[in-house]
């Protein structure tokens, strides 16, 4: 069973970037669909990126051409590469797994069996 640990949130002004890592432990990524969600105070979870075990990413409509989800070579890290934030960004960012996940549920946070503890973004100025 793969545990997931988040790390790299932050405070960042607007238009800044920060990069947010998924660390595996007690196993990789190897066989598993990675994806990032993100919940803001007192609005409902919302998946923000995806990458599957081919490979292939999946993004929210929000945040095409400004993040970026890309997995090590280890395939113990996933990381979520994110610029020109806005404060619409700021939520706390949760990263979660899971083996069998199919394409048409990949942004439902209900497919997925693993989820880390999550990390606070804040952009703000």
């Known amino acids: 069973q793969v545990q997931l640990g988040e790390s790299g949130g932050g405070l960042v002004q607007p238009g800044g970037s920060l990069r947010l890592a998924c660390a595996a432990s007690?196993?990789?990524?190897?066989?598993?669909?990675v994806a990032w969600f993100r919940q803001a105070p007192g609005k409902e979870r919302e998946f923000v990126a995806g990458i599957r075990r081919d490979g292939n990413q999946h993004y929210a409509e929000s945040v095409k051409g400004r993040f970026t989800i890309s997995r090590d070579t280890a395939k113990t890290t996933v990381h979520l590469q994110m610029s020109t934030l806005k404060p619409d960004d700021t939520a706390v960012y949760s990263c979660a797994a899971s083996g069998s996940v199919i394409l048409s549920s990949i942004r439902e946070p209900r497919a997925y069996a693993y989820w880390g503890q999550g990390t606070q973004v804040t952009v703000s100025s």
């Open positions: 007690g196993g990789t990524f190897r066989s598993y669909t």
